[in-house]
């Protein structure tokens, strides 16, 4: 069974930086796509960025030029650098195995980790 363990989150000033992790483990994770996903309170779920197994990112356009998602294949991890921050980021962020990295939909390959919460201070 994949587990998914993200970190990383915290509390940060706007304007401020943080990396997430996510640890994914049982598997094979150096070709399959994945992604980033965000909750904030009240809302649904959103995708924030993807990578392809050959490393081919996107995102969507409220983070782009902040955001960068990346992979450490060697260590079954992902990452998500994010510069920049501003209140509306604030949101619990999970990553997963998009079924399509191609669109926006958060339809996923897992169950979602427990995800990590961003709080972005004005």
């Known amino acids: 069974q994949v587990r998914l363990v993200e970190s990383g989150g915290g509390l940060v000033q706007a304007g401020g930086s943080l990396t997430l992790s996510c640890a994914v483990y049982g598997t094979f994770f150096s070709t399959n796509a994945m992604g980033w996903y965000r909750q904030a309170p009240g809302k649904q779920r959103e995708l924030v960025a993807t990578i392809t197994g050959a490393g081919i990112t996107n995102y969507a356009d409220s983070v782009k030029g902040r955001f960068t998602i990346s992979r450490e294949n060697t260590k079954n991890t992902l990452y998500l650098q994010m510069n920049g921050l501003k209140p509306e980021d604030t949101a619990v962020y999970y990553c997963?195995?998009?079924?399509?990295?191609?669109?926006?939909?958060?339809?996923?390959?897992?169950?979602w980790g427990q995800g990590t919460q961003v709080t972005v201070s004005s």
């Open positions: 997963n195995r998009p079924f399509n990295v191609y669109s926006s939909s958060t339809n996923v390959r897992y169950d």
